[in-house]
């Protein structure tokens, strides 16, 4: 559906983008992330056409940006940051404005009626947006977005400003759309990207640093399969039997939880790929000694994110250095 080749855009002497390669399968949503002018937003432009490239291809389905730039336009609809909204217009207005400078060749009402619809903002058609909520202006620029029938969407910083039920709406309706839509999503927000995309794509300095699954970016960067469990019952027994289970490497016990009698904390390693959860809770059922507390100590995408642009920065610093004492090196030859 879409595919990114040796991408790259040089400002200058600067690299934004650096010879970056990565695909997204139709009906996927995949994760853009970043930190600050790390070019997520300069290779978000070139994707959509609205900047060009010093080097690479892009292709969506079967046109290349830059050989039939109007052609793959046709086929995104786009969200950028800040939705561009024409406030003192209705939503009907306003999305049949778009409709005519798209160009779209549908039945106008019809087709804004099933957007609207679609992203659920049919009840607000007739109101003007300026007086609307962020969460409903957020879909009318969605809405935009899905005029035209695109195959590709992409959105970049879809929640930003909205409150904790706007966002899961918002979120939702993303998931929704990710059945008909190959999506890329640009967000800050990690635990939105986590609950969102299928796969995460990180970018630092102008560089791909990782392409993955977050579960398994997290079991990459941390293979230990760790589990802290809270169980109420007697400690040795309870501990004989959690070391008994099948693929338990080892048990630490981390002695009683503060404040509670006869509630003890424990710490369970289990071998890679495996999960000992089911089996481990059907065992202390039969004992009757509960659960209380269990936690996998798995890295969050936030971990993993920090973990990845730490270490990439690191890794430039030491070229930088390496590049600048061959530098002085060759200047004292010289």
Known sequence: MIRVENLTKIYGNKKAVNDISFSVAKGEILGFLGPNGAGK???????????????????????????????????????????????????NEYLSFIFRL???????????????????????????????????????????????????LI??????????????????????????????????????IQATCDRVIVINKGTLIADDTPDNLARTMNPEHKL????????????????????????DMLGLCEGEDGVYDFMLESKPGTDVRREMFNRLAENRWPILNLKSTELSLEDIFLQLTTDAMADLQQADNRNDRISKKGGKSA
């Open 228 to 251: 802290a469990v809270r169980i109420a019952g007697p400690e040795k027994k309870i501990f004989n039997l959690l070391l008994e289970l099948p693929d338990v490497l080892r048990v």
């Open 41 to 91: 937003s300069t290779t978000m432009n070139i994707i959509t056409g609205y900047s060009s490239a010093t080097m690479g291809t892009v292709h969506v389905n079967d046109a290349e940006i830059f050989e039939s730039p109007n052609k793959v336009k046709r086929q995104i609809g786009y969200l950028p940051e800040q939705p561009p909204l024409y406030l003192e217009m209705t939503v």
């Open 155 to 192: 959105l970049d910083e879809p929640t930003v400003g909205l409150d904790p039920r706007q966002i899961i709406d918002i979120r939702n309706l993303i998931k929704e759309l990710g059945s008909t839509y190959t999506i890329i999503l640009s967000s800050h927000n990690l635990s939105e």
């Open 102 to 152: 798209k160009k779209i060749k549908l039945p106008r009402q019809k087709h804004i009626d099933e957007v609207c619809k679609q992203v659920r903002i049919s009840d607000v058609q007739k109101r003007v947006i300026k007086n609307l909520s962020k969460g409903y202006r957020q879909r009318v620029g969605l809405a935009q977005a899905l005029l035209g029938n695109p195959s590709v």
